[in-house]
């Protein structure tokens, strides 16, 4: 079993940043791909950005790439998402999910989910 918890939400400017955090409980963390998700009101969760287990690989969604970076660490038991130059339409909750696999997008391959938190962007 793994427990995710997100944190670092919040308001924030057009063009500024915020680091996301996902802490997880369960002491085969290390085996996990980690992936970031994120639902906007009246659209369905799309995918943000992944990473392998090892860390190794990472993956992002076309809107994302260049501005948000995903991290973990092990040792820790928390992966990252910091977000950079953020846009109004990153407006959404986000949610960080697991799953024991290599790297993954979708999200039925991801066993275990977060609450979510929320971000918003203003212009």
């Known amino acids: 079993q793994v427990q995710l918890v997100e944190s670092g939400g919040g308001l924030v400017q057009a063009g500024g940043s915020l680091r996301l955090s996902c802490a997880a409980s369960?002491?085969?963390?290390?085996?996990?791909?980690l992936g970031w998700f994120r639902q906007a009101p009246v659209k369905e969760r799309e995918f943000v950005a992944a990473?392998?287990?090892?860390?190794?690989?990472?993956y992002y969604a076309d809107s994302v790439k260049g501005r948000f970076t995903i991290s973990r660490d092990n040792a820790k038991n928390t992966y990252y998402l910091q977000m950079n130059s953020l846009k109004p339409e990153d407006t959404a909750v986000y949610y960080c999910?697991?799953?024991?696999?290599?790297?993954?997008?979708?999200?039925?391959?991801?066993?275990?989910w977060g609450q979510g938190t929320q971000v918003t962007v203003s212009s």
């Open positions: 999910a697991a799953g024991l696999t290599d790297i993954a997008t979708l999200m039925n391959t991801y066993d275990y």
């Open positions: 990473i392998s287990w090892s860390g190794g690989s990472t």
């Open positions: 369960g002491r085969t963390f290390s085996s996990y791909a």
